[in-house]
């Protein structure tokens, strides 16, 4: 069993292991209806759990030899194609970790800012900053379309949860001025 197929195989397993104690531990939500509370955490769960599953499948099949199961199986193909469309790293590229804890940092900031700053301020200010983050090094930043997209998508979560779905987040300083 190769290398590459026996990390595919564990990291499905993983997130299968993980959307099943997810699921388990959401079944203790109380309900109220279609879309309430527990809804997205059910939604997440089953994703999870879908994903862990194909990711699984999916490693299983590929043999050790890509090449000859490429021209037997679909899905090999597909991943062979996607593996050789990603974009050229250098050989001895090593990972950013940098942007990985900068990111975690991000969110701890966000789950922290959102009562007082209320949720779109929030969102908005950790959209921006994981915008910039996110970008590809030695391009220019279009700052201002990173502002735009953060404060549309920002206000658009926030108004379809609260008219939407009928799901408070957290509206801090808002609060005076929403119905």
Known sequence: ?????????????CM?????????????????????????????????????LLQVMASWRRSPEPADAASQDEIAKATLAADSE???IPEGAKPDYLSVVVSLCLIAGFTALMRP?????????????????????GKPVPHVLHAVLAVLIATFVFLLFR?????????????????
């Open 1 to 13: 069993m190769s290398e590459t197929r026996t990390k595919g195989i564990v990291v499905g397993a």
């Open 16 to 52: 299968l292991a993980a959307g099943i104690a997810y699921f388990y531990v959401t079944t203790g939500l109380p309900r109220r209806g279609a879309i309430d509370a527990a809804f997205f955490p059910y939604a997440l769960a089953i994703l999870m759990i879908v994903l862990g």
């Open 86 to 88: 990603d974009p050229d």
């Open 117 to 137: 700053l209320s949720f779109p301020v929030a969102a908005a200010l950790y959209l921006f900053l994981q915008f910039s983050i996110l970008s590809p090094a």
């Open 163 to 179: 008219y939407g779905f009928g799901l408070m987040l957290p509206a801090g300083p808002l609060t005076p001025y929403l119905r």
